[in-house]
């Protein structure tokens, strides 16, 4: 038992920090480490950053172009990324159908789409849910019947990430009415520029667009682009959820965030001293502090699991629960650490778009917005309870 | 990275559980605990001969220390079991103490003994109005001729009542509160001016207040330089307590989940209620919570003293603490009347469960821990 890195991990880390400390540019390192909005183009660029250097496909194998890293490397390099304050990888792509693809697609789907995943070209989102179809999921109602060669799309998706910057989409689509919930459904891969698609963007709490409803009316989706048998979309979409595994406990995404409310923290003033000596608010962070610390370890336990091939599964929900509640906690601390100046919510300052001065410490402006997005972390990818429900059947036999 | 113990280890850890299970069953241990004394010799004599009391006793004494991941996973195994023998008190932190402190004739003269299961020592170290505080010592040692003697009060020291010998910590010098100026004092139990007030902890262990009254006493190693080592052998058994808990936890999420599927009411077990359900899930992520951090305390206590160290042991504890008391209420409710009979396992769990985020510093004082080392980083 050893709870270190090998000199091999640790070499591999120094040559991850390395590459980040040459690739990132200031710019959007700075945007990250103080929590404003990364554009669409700070995104892709990080992307073909990546690419260049043979690291566009962190968690895919060597046969499709990925780096063939195994589970520790992939969590070394997404630690060192957080930290270093890369753009999170879009996950869509990457970690969703991009797998999905890999398993469950023919060869021609998989040369159509999956080098372009890895060079940025294409961005994915994901239609799952719609408006009556959250947790359960299964219940969905968008329509897609066959019409000769082609599919002709009907329905309504929502909460669609990001879908303003799509122009690929893979959604779970109704193939057989008839068929009992689970067994009727078929995973389509649609172009988002195909007549009939239309985007609307929903305005969150924090005054951000980050997700969108899109509606289907009378798309015509080629066949060839269903992915596995019609009517098998199912089993794909649970391999899906599965297998966003290494990162989502966040550990690098919260360690990041952690130093970042002990900077502001020793800079906020409370009866003269610094914040972080008060003992109140001393004692909140330690314990989300040594949370994290507890959460990394059985983060790191899950790894060497997965890496010895005994994979464990539903543990990913422990992870996915304590993971959210962190940095749900972490966001709300910091907001808490301005005290009045959290009030202030000034947009443009957030967005850089007027370069307006801040009202507050500079720090201040976007924590507010912080914690209002991040309610979300507990609700999406399967809300908390769910995962609790899984955990109680999976791991608990109940 | 690896966390997967080697073949003679796994073995070991198999070992230890195969024989707590066929000889330390319920109904054995209530037996042992309805006894007189509370603990049973004949265990003690099989664990000797097991080969677990000499973990952490030196190879040159015939033992394996530092056997970081063997002593981990058979404290585990002893707090699944609800072990009430002395074994942390005695085979660890007593074993580490003379380890860290005692001259060479010393160790010669002490560990195989203690390995073989022929002596018990226990540490005697905290004091009335001290709490967990490690530093603050008020008992007096004082020379006469060759000889050292001991004037003050102990409290709440775990089987004393069982030991030979009491491992006493005194000072000739320094403040109250200071690390240096501590020694540490080899104490026959049924010696001279050694008087003890017997009694049962809430979850029937034998202990005892201690009254020193110009008890006669053996220097274990340099005069008034034994606080580094007694910080480090309370720091092995603080990381025993964590895996003591790790495994107690366990059982008691094991028995909670079991006794539901079988309760019936409304027709129905009360495993399908959802709100169990979820309880229950809250359960098993404190419980593999703590066991991670079980891990960290064990291969850290190892190091030598560091922030880091004070860190991880301080923040093994707050989660352990924290699991101890929501795991431990939750199985109590969930078992609803049964929860609060002497009778079930899962009270005896309960209260186990409670001693031990009490003992060694609760979770308020390591959470203090923890916020002193973090500010000392930043300074």
Known sequence: ?????????????????????????????????????????????????????????????????????????????????????????????????????????????????????????????????????????????????????????????????????????????????????????????????????????????????????????????????????????????????????????????????????????????KDGRPLLQDPAFAARLAQVEIDLMALEITNLRVLAAEAERRAPGAEASLLKIKGTEIQQDLSELMMHAVGPYALPFPREVMLERSGGASIGPAYASPLAATYLNLRKASIYGGSNEIQKNIIAQMILGL | MRFTPTAEQQQLGEMVQRFLSERYGFETRRKILDSAAGWSREVWSKLAELGLLSLQVPEEQGGMAPAVVETLLTVTAMGKSMLLEPYVSSAIIATVLIRELASARQREELLPGMAAGERIAVPAHFEPGARYDLRRVATAARRSGGAWALKGRKSVVLHAPAADMLLVSARASGAPDEAAGISLFAVARDGAGVSLIPYRTLDGISAAEVALEDAPGVLVGEEGRAFPAIAAAFDQGLAAICAEAAGALQATLDTTVEYTKMRKQFGVPIATFQALRHRMAEMLMHVEQARSMSYLAAMRAAEPESRERRKALAAAKVVVGNACRFVGQQAVQLHGGMGVTDETAVSHLFRRLTALEMQLGDTGHHLEQFIAASAQEGA
């Open chain 1, 1 to 269: 038992m050893e709870l270190t890195f090998t000199s091999e991990e640790l070499a591999f880390r120094d040559e991850v920090r390395a590459f980040l400390a040459m690739s990132l540019s200031a710019d959007t390192r700075r945007k990250v480490l103080e929590g404003l909005e990364v554009s669409r183009e700070d995104t892709l660029r990080w992307q073909q950053t990546l690419h260049r250097r043979g690291w566009g496909g962190p968690n895919w194998p060597r046969e499709f172009g990925g780096t063939g890293w195994d589970p520790v490397q992939q969590y070394i390099f997404e630690e060192e990324s957080a930290a270093a304050g890369a753009p999170r990888l879009l996950p869509f792509g990457l970690k969703m159908v991009g797998p999905v693809i890999m398993r469950f697609g023919n060869a021609a789907q998989q040369k159509r789409f999956l080098p372009r995943i890895l060079s940025g070209d294409d961005w994915w989102a994901q239609g799952y849910s719609e408006p009556g179809s959250g947790s359960d999921l299964a219940s969905l109602k968008t329509r897609a019947e066959r019409a000769g060669d082609r599919y002709l799309v009907n329905g309504q998706k929502t909460w669609i990430t990001l879908a303003q910057h799509a122009n690929w989409i893979f959604c779970l689509v109704r193939t057989d009415p008839a068929a009992k919930k689970q067994a009727g459904i078929s995973f389509l891969l649609i172009d988002m520029k195909t007549p009939g698609v239309t985007v609307r963007p929903i305005t969150l709490l924090d005054g951000s667009q980050e997700v969108n409803e899109v509606w289907f009316e009378d798309v015509e989706v080629p066949l060839e682009n269903r992915v596995g048998e019609e009517n098998g979309g199912w089993t794909y979409a649970k391999f899906l959820l599965g297998h966003e595994r290494t990162n989502i406990a966040g550990v690098g995404y919260s360690k990041r965030e952690l130093a970042r409310l002990k900077r502001i923290a020793s800079e906020e003033r």
